[in-house]
């Protein structure tokens, strides 16, 4: 791994461990959601159009376009909600899945293909925890939302879990990133 690569996995490392105290409360209140999830949608877009273009398996692409088009419309439905409430939306990436990215930026072949699959379960398991916190919600119309999406994403995160798997399979021991 060059050095790049790995002062990148080093700041991820240390910006997950920050991450998981954000996920300390049962529920989450409807601007903190609408934000990260908007947040969230839009680093699943950026990760996968980048899969589009460096991923190596027909497979893989084809998964990518699928996150594309779904977390596209769930961005679009999230800001018609977002707009009738009155909340804020994230209009970046948040800098977690910035690093994600950047990390991905410089994986080539095989390498890429396995670590996009690695982000996709990680990222999906992470929106899941954020969407039951707000199917939780005090507010009803960011609950029902929350709980109407829930079934895509889970989905989702067995499409990636089956990528993964197929990535690994694929992937020499000597290429194989942890």
């Known amino acids: 791994m060059n050095r ?7 700041t991820l490392t240390l910006l997950l461990g920050f991450a998981q105290v954000t996920y300390a409360a049962d529920k989450v209140d409807a601007a903190d959601f609408a934000e990260e999830a908007s947040a ?16 190596t398996r027909d497979e893989l692409k084809k998964f990518a376009q699928t996150m594309i088009d779904d977390h596209t419309r769930a961005n679009d439905e999230l ?53 039951e916190k707000a ?19 889970k989905h989702h995160l067995k499409m990636a879990e089956g990528l993964r798997e197929e990535t690994h399979q694929r992937t020499p021991p000597e290429q194989s990133v942890q």
């Open 40 to 55: 969230k949608g839009i680093a699943e877009i950026e990760t996968s159009k980048l899969a589009l273009q460096k991923g």
């Open 135 to 153: 199917a939780a919600s005090d507010d009803a119309e960011i609950s029902a939302w929350a709980k109407k999406m829930l079934p895509k994403l």
């Open 79 to 131: 800001k018609a909600l977002a707009e009738k409430k009155q909340l804020e939306l994230s209009s970046d990436a948040d800098l977690i899945n910035k690093a994600k990215a950047m990390i991905l930026q410089v994986r080539e072949g095989e390498s890429f293909d396995e670590a996009y699959a690695n982000n996709q379960v990680v990222a999906h398991e992470q929106a899941i925890e954020l969407y």
């Open 4 to 10: 790049s690569a790995a002062l990148l996995t080093a």
